[in-house]
């Protein structure tokens, strides 16, 4: 048995571009920019960005044009295919991208969030609100009681 299966958390670095197939198929594109950070034999701190590209197709394209934009953060499940093709010098070209099977949309800009849900047109489902802290003023929680070292059983 085989597995071919991609999982990318990140920010779009450009709005999604959807298109129609000649079959009437809606088909949208966009790139997500990951990070991976960690520290050196100095102990310097390192950063390494990688650039996936998305497509999405159906009902799942015309959510991501409606809802995504350049800078969101979503988190995207599917699978990698790569593409080739000839360009018009005749050369060969590959393209790998990420298929999208499944998109969970991230938190709502600041500037949206308290405002009116926006209903998904076509659609039974309904996101919910993202609540990302219940702490006062973005600091830690209150009633979060510490955990000890000593505490842990292993």
């Known amino acids: 048995m085989n597995l071919n299966k991609a999982f990318i958390l990140g920010n779009l670095?450009?709005?999604p571009e959807m298109r129609q197939t000649s079959s009437?198929?809606?088909v949208a594109t966009f790139g997500v920019a990951t990070?991976?950070?960690w520290k050196d034999q100095s102990g310097n701190k390192q950063t390494q960005?990688?650039?996936h590209n998305i497509v999405v197709w159906g009902r799942l394209a015309e959510i991501a044009s409606?809802?995504?934009a350049k800078g969101r953060l979503v988190f995207i499940e599917?699978?990698?295919t790569t593409r080739s093709w000839q360009d018009q010098q005749g050369q060969k070209k590959y393209r790998t991208?990420?298929?999208a099977e499944n998109m969970q949309l991230g938190p709502?800009?600041?500037?949206?969030?308290n405002a009116a849900p926006m209903p998904i047109q076509n659609s039974p489902e309904v996101l919910p609100e993202v609540q990302l802290d219940d702490s006062p003023a973005g600091g830690p929680p209150t009633d979060v009681e510490e955990i000890k070292v000593e505490d842990i059983p292993f």
């Open 108 to 113: 709502r800009p600041t500037s949206v969030q």
């Open 97 to 99: 991208e990420v298929v």
């Open 24 to 26: 009437g198929q809606n």
């Open 35 to 37: 990070n991976r950070m």
């Open 66 to 68: 409606q809802y995504l």
């Open 49 to 51: 960005t990688e650039f």
């Open 78 to 80: 599917g699978r990698l």
């Open 13 to 15: 670095t450009r709005d």
